[in-house]
Each structure stands twice: as structure tokens, then as C-alpha cells.
């Protein structure tokens, strides 16, 4: 390991993502007023995060499942 370690954005994505949410539009609330961002671009970093080995070192069991997610995802298109 070269030191490299996540950025707190980063870090909070993945917390988030840990979280369960109830209820339509709970997620995209705490995205837009914990993390100060659109859905459309946590999404975006969430998705090229799933694909940084610092996330899967951080944080094996959540990078892991999402990634399930998104395959599952993909395969029904």
C-alpha cells in the first residue's frame, strides 16, 4: 500500500451508502444537505468510486455489494 487513503468526500459517500433509507426521496435529502450535492453527481462519484481499489480497501463489504448492484443493474438492460 502506498499511503493513499480516501478523500472525506469520498468517505462520506460511503457512510451514506451504509445507511438504509425509508421512505421515497430520503436518500437524495441527505445527499443534497449532508454532502451539498445534486443526486445526479453523487451518483456519478459513487459510481467511479465503486471502481477504486482505495474504496474496496476501505470499506470491502459496501464497495462489494454496490458493485453487485450495479452488475445486476447493467445485466437487466
Known sequence: MDGEQLGRREQDI??????????????????????????????????????????LECDPVTVNRLRRVREARRGER
Open 14 to 55: 460511503l457512510a451514506l451508502e451504509r445507511r438504509g433509507f425509508v421512505g421515497p426521496g430520503a436518500k437524495e435529502r441527505a445527499i443534497r444537505e449532508e454532502l451539498g450535492l445534486v443526486p445526479v453527481r453523487y451518483y456519478q462519484l459513487l459510481n467511479a468510486l465503486l471502481d477504486d481499489r482505495r474504496a
